[in-house]
């Protein structure tokens, strides 16, 4: 057990019934009243993110997860196949497990996979990707004082929305926490 004044950035807790790491927390000490943790989760299987605030003697069970390297091999339509990276085991998950956050993984890609005992939580891509743009509107040159963006697609099939001055085949730095264009790479 975990009380909410022991908060740290990345550890997982289990609460109500999801497994959940914490992105934020802040301790508040308003002039009147108790004081109270305002926390910023994520929902490790769903994606989701929600704020609450506790108590900070309020206590909660903490979540073992085990990050193992897998890498991305393949889908065959149903299922997405991984290989071990350590004992070159393969194994196959369902979309249902896996989420969106195969969106910008490209095949043989390495990629952590979240484990909560025997049970799959997810998959990590990489914080930072590079990925060349498939499909876009044409650019335009000078037309960015306004911060205008346009839709682009990426070689992965994801979409992300980049500055007008972005050309197909420009290869990109994506942020994938956010799905935000960060850069050209």
Same mark, same amino acid.
């Given at each position: 057990? $975990? ?60 979540? %073992? ?15 997405? %196949? ?28 390495? $990629?952590?996979?979240?484990? %909560? ?5 997810? =998959? ?41 001055? =972005?050309? =197909? ?17």
């Amino acid at each position: 057990m $975990v009380s909410a004044g022991d908060f740290k950035n990345g550890m997982a807790v289990e609460y109500e019934g999801g497994i959940y790491t914490i992105i934020e927390f802040q301790h508040v000490q308003p002039g009147r009243g108790a004081a109270f943790v305002r926390t910023k989760m994520k929902n490790v299987k769903t994606g989701t993110t929600i704020e609450k605030s506790f108590r900070p003697s309020e206590k909660m069970p903490k979540a %073992h997860l085990e990050r193992k390297e897998m890498q991305y091999l393949y889908n065959d339509g149903e299922v997405y %196949h991984f290989m071990d990276q350590e004992s070159f085991d393969q194994i196959a998950v369902g979309e249902g497990e896996i989420g969106s956050s195969l969106k910008f993984v490209r095949e043989n890609d390495i $990629v952590n996979m979240l484990f %909560h005992g025997t049970n799959i939580l997810g =998959i990590e891509p990489e914080i930072i990707v590079k990925l060349a743009v498939a499909e876009t509107e044409p650019g335009f040159a000078g037309n960015t004082s306004s911060g205008a963006t346009k839709p682009a697609t990426l070689e992965t099939g994801a979409l992300v929305y980049v500055p007008l001055f =972005i050309n =197909i085949g420009d290869v990109l730095e994506i942020d994938t926490r956010t799905g935000e264009y960060r850069g050209r790479a």
